[in-house]
């Protein structure tokens, strides 16, 4: 057996550097640079009175954002793409940050110097564009220079329009909007419209891409719950139709997180939803993706801006962190931001809302979540550690006491632990697998938290907890918990098998990374349909399998790249 492995693994790296040999033969092709959610900000940018005096981070939104620094990360970003190779520049929405016209105008007034600097800008409008009462009309006329102007077509209900970007490829720039509000706007007949521009381009011989606010696909396991209307409804069937005319890339925004996401039509074409997070939250990304036989994505980052006009409008301690290491202040403001995002969840209400329960006809779990919450809060706080814990009290400790142990580690309480994981996940390529130190903390101190919460309520409230919530979470566990709602070993027994179950479904997607990688990567160039992988040979695609199912299986157990 060992034979076959090594075989099997020697012709997937005969193969693998087969084709990095050719990759490295072809031609460069277009490269474009794409940024999101700059959330262009006069008001925060421009003040200098002492509104955001007090703690340090105080001045921080709840998202974490970096709202007065915003202007100075545009422009420092700004003056890198002046110096790159990049021809072109996507800006897929959100570039205003409360959507004032004021705010459009300084930023057109930016864009309009990139120009003169010979580079080319193509921008769609994003959910915060249309606040203040902006419409597609109006929002199209700001932007008349970076796309609309040269557009072959548009959309006559929506700021919609394509452009040739060169004699090869062709921008679908999708406003996926409606205005005013925050979720996606698609709807049957902008797809119709989608679908009319596809089949042109087909015709006209043309490599189409696209680029819209909100996501093509779903990028978070309970999306509908993290980003409610984040995404495009599966219903519509977008992703279908772009695998159906071969465009094969999309380039999205909206939902702050650096992630790559593949679906594969029924014609074998694999369709990439590109994501990329906000220009001015952590780690402050934007992408430079260079279109030929093989699609080549990299990330790079805003490392430093000038901070000397905030002198004084932050705290003393920010400002010396923000000149010291820009990015490591960056990350502090994002920590701070979710701490705050974290805490507004811990309310009886929020949860309630959050599992969609109605106070009368829920009556019995509403009076669950209002008794448990305020002792979930004090344990979410509870030191992690003994060696943290100053009065002896730490969840290590009642870790031990249900023959538990935790590995050692720097995370002070499960609050941290929760940020920690979440922050990794939306940078990107997070890769802790269940063997890994991050993985088993967090499941261990999950099983204590819910052995310590579920400890002292009845067993009917017990078990019609645990079945409510494995079924909201469409958790694949096939016990019914009320064979485990009787003495507190049959209970441990019931919240370890939950545990176990949660963690394969939900730590674990937050835990480690779905192919492809997230951040710099190769992927398959725009071939035509009939050379994808589903006109693979039968051994090219046992290849391709084994290939991916090997990369897949390091990352699950923690020895991926």
């Not at 120009?115 to 902006?134: L, Q």
Request: proline letters at 3%; aromatic letters at 12%.
């Amino acid at each position: 057996m060992k034979k076959v492995i090594s075989l099997l693994l020697s012709v997937i790296m005969i193969f693998s550097l087969v084709s990095t040999g050719v990759s490295a033969a072809e031609s460069q092709g277009l490269t474009i640079t794409v940024a999101n959610d700059l959330h262009y900000n006069l008001e925060y940018g421009s003040s200098t009175d002492d509104k955001y005096a007090g703690a340090d981070y105080s001045h921080v939104p709840s998202n974490g954002q970096l709202w007065i620094e915003s202007i100075l990360i545009v422009e420092e970003f700004f003056e890198k793409f002046k110096q790159s190779d990049s021809e072109i520049l996507l800006l897929p929405g959100d570039l205003a940050d409360r959507g004032r016209p004021e705010e459009h105008e300084a930023l057109t007034a930016e864009l309009k110097a990139l120009e003169a600097a010979g580079k080319r800008v193509y921008v769609v409008p994003g959910n915060h564009d249309y606040y203040k009462k902006v419409t597609p009309e109006q929002f199209a006329d700001y932007y008349r220079d970076f796309g609309y102007g040269e557009a072959i077509a548009t959309d006559k209900s929506s700021a919609s329009y394509v452009v040739d970007l060169d004699s090869e490829y062709r921008l679908l720039a999708i406003d996926s909007c409606l205005p005013g509000k925050g979720e996606s706007g698609i709807d049957k007949e902008r797809k119709a419209w989608i679908e009319e521009q596809a089949k042109q381009a087909q015709a006209d011989g043309k490599k189409v891409i696209a680029m819209m606010h909100h996501n093509l696909l779903n990028h978070f396991f309970f999306g509908e719950i993290l980003h409610p209307g984040g995404f495009v409804d599966s219903e519509i069937g977008l992703p279908e139709l772009f695998a159906q005319y071969n465009i094969k890339y999309a380039f999205t925004a909206h939902t702050h997180s650096q992630d790559i996401k593949a679906y594969t039509g029924k014609n074998g074409v694999t369709v990439y939803d590109v994501l990329t997070s906000s220009l001015n939250l952590y780690p402050l990304p934007y992408r430079t993706v260079t279109l030929g036989e093989e699609v080549k994505i990299k990330t790079e980052y805003i490392t430093e801006v000038d901070m000397s006009s905030k002198q004084g409008i932050i705290s003393d301690n920010c400002y010396e962190l923000a000149v010291k290491d820009f990015r490591a202040y960056a990350l502090e403001c994002t920590r701070y931001g979710l701490t705050v995002t974290f805490d507004s969840y811990l309310e009886p209400a929020k949860i309630k809302s959050l599992l969609k329960l109605d106070e009368e006809k829920d009556a019995e779990l509403c009076a669950i979540i209002d008794k448990l919450i305020p002792r979930f809060t004090e344990l979410v706080d509870t030191p992690m550690y003994v060696k943290y814990s100053e009065g002896g009290e730490s969840l290590e400790k009642y870790a031990e006491a249900i023959r538990l142990t935790f590995p050692e580690t720097d995370i002070k309480s499960f609050r941290e632990l929760a940020i920690f994981l979440y922050q990794q996940y939306v940078e990107g390529d997070e890769n802790f697998g269940i063997f890994s130190t991050e993985y088993i903390l967090a499941t261990a101190s999950v099983a204590t938290i819910m052995n310590l919460l579920l400890a002292e309520v009845s067993a009917e409230d017990y078990a019609n907890l645990l079945n409510y919530l494995t079924d909201y979470f469409n958790i694949n566990s096939l016990s019914d918990f009320t064979a485990f709602a009787g003495d507190a070993i049959s209970r441990l027994k019931g919240i370890d098998i939950f545990v176990s179950a949660l963690g394969n479904t939900v730590l674990l997607h937050f835990s480690t990374d779905e192919l492809p990688a997230d951040n710099d990567v190769t992927l398959p160039g725009y071939t035509a349909p009939a050379e994808n992988d589903a006109e693979l040979s039968f051994f090219e695609r046992i290849i391709k399998f084994f290939t991916d199912l090997f990369d897949y299986i390091l990352r699950i157990f923690g020895l991926g790249q």
